[in-house]
């Protein structure tokens, strides 16, 4: 197992051997939790908050809205008797008391169920949209409503918006065609579109609709739990059972399955895609479009099968998803009718997005080693499986054969991932030394290096980023930055998240006395600042690259200073580190050459440009309701908008080939080569892309 997949807190298990049974309301596992929670929170987070009165407000305020944050289900007179126990909230949380959770959720219940009669009632009958009426679609700038009259009206306005949305975007496509004379085009009235959008609404809010119903009370559970673990810090979070599952397959790529993709369509889960190698794959059987009828697992006979007609997708993959080596045997009904039983043996899915890869861009002595990196995935299930520093490891090996002149590592849009895995990654650019350092409360900071001498590229580096680069991507970035190992480009700032997290699997943490209760989910909890080597930390302040593009971000602020409860920026002392000497001689220039470039550039004054109108637009949040209005609303808009439209794609095309390594890989299958013409079709005019390769061709 891998060393750091759960962190076993010994303060938890000391207490969770002698739990307790909670007073108060609530059923027994819901206690459990909550009871874990607080003693962990407590014990091991890195800046515990202070349990008082007005943290139970912070709380109170935030299920509030994260039960009802459109606001059209809640009225102001349920807040206002639920706001008696703001004051309460702190002492619950002491004593697992489930009281307000309880006494909410049947407020909400009943609101929920009165909404389905809104909705209905209301696309039953046409809208006037002759009538001069607007509607506020920000939720910040809306009270809760007054009475059931005014909710109701609330909701009129919104399904009027939506179904206007779809009557004005028909007959706006109905005008282009006509103007094209486009016979294929079936044109339509006003009336008839409007007919038409009210019942698509309609069918969309009963999926809406049966989607919410199928939430378990553990699921609203977890909502609750995470307003009291927000409130600590935007990254401390509950992980109910099947959310803990789905966090491992985002930080690893990989999860235990059949391999297929499922959609909803009516009331049968559908197969959508097979992915190529998975377990369904190879068994052969099951095809697109193929219905899902019926599910049994290898201990149960056909006879008990459970029954997925009518059943969401959400609640069916619970059926469906198991252990690698378990058989699910599926009762499907295939596209002419006939119906059989498919036996599966799971195994583990490769979720091919999340891993490196790379490519060569350009040709000659300026041929460009480009390597792709979405997330800083880690080995949760066995040495067997797929770890990004060997990787890119791997990758790096690849495009060394190809002799490039330099390499770009695109980290933009990378949310971060295993700690451990950015360490190795930088270990590839430089020979031993440090790369963060960590801090836990009341202890001295700790210096993380690199322990494996020798260097795998030594060559000229451009590390890519934006705005949504964040947490472990920041920490590489910020390595290569200091060490000047590389030039850093992208957006004015990196993300700014500057705490580490691990995860507490509660199952484990508590004694053999609640194996009734299991599963519990699992705590992911912020334990430790980091900071760069050179005693800074990008939390909230983030990485600034020494080359800064434009992006739809310039004039609006994003990241984490504008989290809640976000932790501070602090300094520590610098680490000792040698910085790189080859080819730093060459980074003034290129950075020089690049403000030229990007100075010169009308695609990039355009986005700067667009970037302002998108600030200008942002803040604005009220619709109007009458049609023409919204017309000409919408004209303004679509010709404003025109402007940009591949506002970020060159009008010139780079040159992408494969690694003579991949060949084989990426031309083994048809849905393979379709992967790899896509992705390169991507990048070829990727305008962000292209001033990278410029950069890195004037380091060489």
Request: glycine fraction near 6%.
């Amino acid at each position: 197992m891998n060393k750091w997949k759960y962190l076993l807190l010994v303060a938890v298990v000391g207490l969770a051997v002698g739990f307790y049974y909670p007073s108060g309301d609530g059923a027994k596992k819901d206690q459990v939790i909550m009871n874990m929670i607080y003693s962990v929170l407590s014990t091991n987070h890195f800046s515990p908050a202070e349990i008082n009165d007005d943290y139970s407000e912070k709380v109170f305020d935030d299920f509030i809205e994260n039960m009802d944050y459109s606001k059209r289900f809640l009225l102001a007179e349920d807040v206002k008797t639920l706001g008696l126990n703001r004051h309460q909230l702190d002492d619950e949380l002491r004593q697992s008391s489930m009281k307000f959770f309880n006494e909410a959720l049947l407020v909400y219940q009943s609101r929920f169920e009165q909404s389905k009669v809104y909705y209905s009632d209301i696309l039953a009958e046409p809208f006037d949209f002759t009538l001069n009426e607007d509607y506020e679609t920000d939720p910040e700038k809306r009270d809760f409503a007054g009475n059931e009259k005014e909710l109701k009206e609330r909701w009129r306005l919104y399904l009027k918006q939506r179904v206007l949305v779809r009557i004005e975007e028909g007959m706006h496509d109905q005008a282009e065609a006509l103007a094209k004379e486009d016979t294929s085009f079936k044109v339509k009235t006003f009336e008839e579109r409007e007919i038409a959008a009210r019942k698509k609404e309609l069918e969309l809010h009963q999926d809406w609709y049966k989607n919410l119903e199928d939430m378990e009370r553990l699921d609203w559970v977890g909502v609750y739990m995470n307003t009291f673990t927000n409130v600590y810090d935007p990254h401390t979070q509950y992980f109910p059972p099947e959310r803990k599952e789905d966090f491992e397959i985002s930080m690893t790529g990989q999860l235990e399955g059949i391999g297929a993709q499922l959609q909803q369509k009516g009331d049968y889960v559908t197969i959508t895609k097979v992915i190529t190698g998975s377990a369904c794959w190879k068994q052969g059987d099951l095809e697109v479009d193929d219905k899902i009828l019926a599910a049994a697992q290898e201990d149960e006979t056909n006879d008990e099968a459970v029954d997925m007609v009518g059943m969401t997708v959400r609640k069916a993959v619970k059926y469906i998803r198991g252990k690698k080596g378990t058989e699910v045997r599926l009762w499907v009904q295939k596209v002419d009718g006939t119906k059989m039983w498919i036996p599966i043996v799971r195994d583990v899915v490769e979720l091919e997005a999340t891993f490196a890869k790379s490519a060569v861009l350009g040709e000659g002595k300026n041929k460009v080693g480009y390597i792709r990196l979405p997330k800083f995935y880690v080995n949760f299930y066995g040495d067997d499986n797929r770890d990004c520093a060997k990787d890119v490891k791997a990758e790096l090996e690849k495009l060394k054969a190809e002799n490039v002149s330099s390499v770009i590592l695109d980290l933009r849009n990378n949310g971060g991932g295993s700690l451990q895995s950015v360490i190795d990654i930088v270990g590839l650019f430089i020979d031993k030394g440090p790369v963060v350092q960590v801090k836990a409360p009341g202890k001295s900071p700790r210096v993380l290096k690199d322990e494996t001498p020798g260097i795998v590229y030594d060559g000229p580096l451009v590390v890519m980023v934006n705005q949504f680069s964040a947490s472990a991507s920041e920490i590489f970035a910020a390595a290569i930055q200091d060490y000047k190992r590389g030039l850093i480009i992208g957006s004015k700032s990196t993300f700014g998240k500057g705490t580490v997290q691990n995860v507490l699997d509660m199952d484990r943490a508590v004694s053999l006395d609640f194996n009734d209760v299991k599963p519990l989910g699992a705590l992911k909890l912020t334990i430790q600042k980091y900071y760069r080597i050179n005693g800074g930390t990008p939390q909230l302040k983030g990485v600034t690259p020494e080359i800064i593009l434009p992006d739809n971000y310039n004039y609006i602020d994003y990241g984490e200073k504008e989290q809640d409860y976000a932790l501070p920026y602090d300094e520590i002392n610098a680490a000792q580190y040698t910085t790189w000497k080859t080819g730093v001689e060459n980074y003034a220039n290129a950075v020089s050459a690049s403000a030229t470039r990007i100075k010169g550039n009308a695609k990039f004054d355009l986005i700067d440009e667009y970037a302002k109108w998108l600030k200008e637009e942002r803040d604005l949040s009220i619709i109007s309701l009458n049609y023409e209005a919204y017309k000409k609303e919408q004209a303004v808009f679509r010709a404003e908008s025109k402007k940009y439209k591949k506002l970020k794609k060159s009008d010139v095309e780079t040159l992408v080939t494969s690694n003579k390594a991949d060949v084989k890989m990426w031309e083994g299958s048809e849905e393979k080569t379709i992967e790899r013409d896509k992705w390169f079709k991507s990048i070829a005019r990727d305008l962000y892309l292209q001033e990278a390769i410029s950069v890195a061709n004037d380091l060489d």
